[in-house]
């Protein structure tokens, strides 16, 4: 660690002797005290309408979601009618026998 000579020290002690406390504006407490209430108050009304939006598109997205098993529950039953190994395998021509 480097050691700091007097002359170093004396110059940081009269740097620091100078200082000062630092005064506030006037009026500065109720200024603050205001703006906090300020934005209480709007933060109460932006509340009440937020709680209501996310219900809303929580419902709407559940009724997509049940709107699209139903279309996929019905699809799979009409699919599952005509469908079996044999049709695939005569439909992409797996039944013909090929040449050696």
């Not at 005290?33 to 209480?40: K, P, S, T």
């Not at 044999?86 to 021509?93: K, L, M, W």
Request: charged share 20%; proline share 3%.
């Amino acid at each position: 660690m480097k050691k700091i000579t007097n002359e170093a020290f004396e110059e940081i002690w009269e740097s620091v002797a100078g200082m000062q406390q630092a005064e506030a504006p006037n009026y500065i407490y109720s200024k603050i005290r205001n703006r906090i209430e300020l934005e209480q108050t709007t933060s109460v009304a932006g509340f009440q309408f937020k709680p209501a939006l996310v219900l809303s598109m929580l419902v709407l997205c559940m009724l997509v979601n049940l709107w699209m098993l139903n279309q996929q529950t019905s699809n799979r039953s009409a699919n599952k009618t005509g469908s079996s190994i044999a049709d695939f395998s005569a439909e992409y021509g797996l039944n013909e026998s090929y040449p050696n």
